[in-house]
């Protein structure tokens, strides 16, 4: 499998034949009496990707994918994108489709056909984020049919214990992204104490729930033994944790006192480093998936 667009699957010989991003930051402009006029950071712009396809009936059926986007586009609902490798690129909806006939044959069914999707980034909620996609299910791998059947349970034990520590590590990975919009919102709200107090709650809700998954990593990374990665994957996830711990009292403290500046003087920059933390472990995070889609796509 080369990627996947919602439950839409491409293969290597049909796969993305042109892939562009966008990304951008907005700035509001402010005038003044003298001088050139300031800018004011005020976020980063969704990403927009353009995907180009090229589809041929000697390499599959041509409408195929082309019906799926169909479907996806005026489901208006947001579909994860994540490639053969395991790397989850994120959640998208799909704002345009444009199908060009390239070939037809002498009943005028297609037989070939040129694809462009434009996707747009979908951030949604941050207080509950969509979860990274699990691996599809393709029912019980036919090689594990070969084996005893107590091997098969163990086989399919780490595999089970190895999807649930990759999404335990994945939704770290976004609620940490979510508390570092926030810390940012507090600092933009800092002359707006009400305000600033809000998001710092917010915050700290988030904290709590990403600290309680990770605590619950080491008891699942047991499982998974000595596979390539899981070292890693635990002691960045350890690490993280260890930041995060010390972010979420810190909020706490700073929530409680109602002064919510007081937290981005260090809980801020624990946030930073947990992120860090797992940033350096997400190389293990897809050795780890690349392992699963394997024995999950036999």
């Known amino acids: 499998m080369y990627a996947m667009l919602g439950d839409v699957r491409f293969e ?16 509001a402009r402010h005038d003044v009496l003298a001088g050139r006029p300031r800018l004011q950071a005020v976020g980063n ?25 169909l479907a996806a586009l005026e489901a208006q609902q947001a579909v994860s994108l994540v490639f053969g490798s395991g790397r989850f690129v994120g959640w998208f909806v799909i704002e345009r489709l444009s199908e060009r006939t390239l070939i037809q044959d002498a009943k005028g069914r297609t037989a070939a056909r040129e694809l462009d999707v434009e996707l747009t980034e979908f951030v949604g909620d941050p207080n509950n984020p969509l979860p990274a996609p699990g691996i599809a299910q393709s029912g019980k791998n ?31 990975e976004d609620g940490i992204r979510g508390m570092q919009r ?3 919102a507090v600092r933009e709200l800092k002359n707006d104490p009400a305000g600033a107090l809000n998001m710092l709650g917010e915050a700290l809700d988030i904290g709590g729930g990403v600290l309680g ?13 000595d596979l390539s990665g899981a070292a890693q994957m635990a002691a960045q996830a350890s690490q993280a944790a260890s930041e995060l711990g010390g972010a979420v009292a810190s909020a706490r403290a700073a929530f409680e006192g109602g002064n919510p500046l007081d937290w981005l003087s260090g809980g801020a920059g624990a946030v930073e480093r ?25």
């Open 274 to 298: 947990a992120g860090g933390a797992l940033a350096d472990g997400a190389a293990a995070v897809e050795t780890l998936t690349a392992w699963l889609a394997v024995r999950r796509d036999l």
């Open 182 to 184: 926030l810390a940012g």
């Open 213 to 225: 998954r990770l605590n619950n990593l080491p008891q699942v990374t047991s499982l998974i033994g």
């Open 142 to 172: 036919p090689l594990l049919s070969l084996l005893p059947e107590s091997v098969q349970a163990q086989a399919s034990d780490i595999m089970q214990a190895v999807e649930q520590g990759v999404q335990i590590y994945r939704e770290a």
């Open 12 to 27: 290597l010989l049909q796969g993305f034949e042109r892939l562009e991003a966008r990304h951008g930051a907005g700035f």
């Open 45 to 69: 712009e969704l990403t927009e990707l353009r995907i180009g396809v090229k589809l041929h009936w000697l390499l599959g059926n041509p409408d195929t994918a082309y019906k799926g986007l």
